[in-house]
Each structure stands twice: as C-alpha cells, then as structure tokens.
C-alpha cells in the first residue's frame, strides 16, 4: 500500500489551527432520524420567512 504525506502547511494548518471533533459513529437509523429532524427545521424556517415559497412548493407536490 502506497502511504500518501501531506504537507500541513500547504493545508494552512499551523500552530494557530484548532482541532474540530469528529462526530461521534452513528448506526444509519439514527443517522437517517437525525437528517429527518433538520430537513424538518429547514422546512419550518422556510415557511416562516418565505410562505409564498411554501405553498408554491406544497401545491405543486415538491417534497419540502
């Protein structure tokens, strides 16, 4: 297997540069729920801010 080095400092990582963690492992369903719920309040804030977008899209049957 052919090891592949990267240089951190073409990646802009240096001294200054935080760690972001990494999620912790989901099983699919949780995975699956967990999208359902944040389509669900990206759906709510759409219809709050744009309801002329809102209804356009449950007339014509688009899944929002």
Known sequence: ??????????AGIN???RAVPLP??????????????KTKIIAEHWRQLRPDVWH?????????
Not at 1 to 10: N, R
Not at 26 to 36: F, N
Not at 56 to 64: I, P
């Open 56 to 64: 356009w899209a449950r007339d014509t049957g688009s899944d929002v």
């Open 15 to 17: 001294s200054q540069t």
């Open 24 to 37: 912790d492992v989901l099983s699919p369903a949780t995975a699956q729920s967990e999208l359902r719920t």
């Open 1 to 10: 297997m052919k090891k592949i080095w990267l240089d951190p400092a073409l």
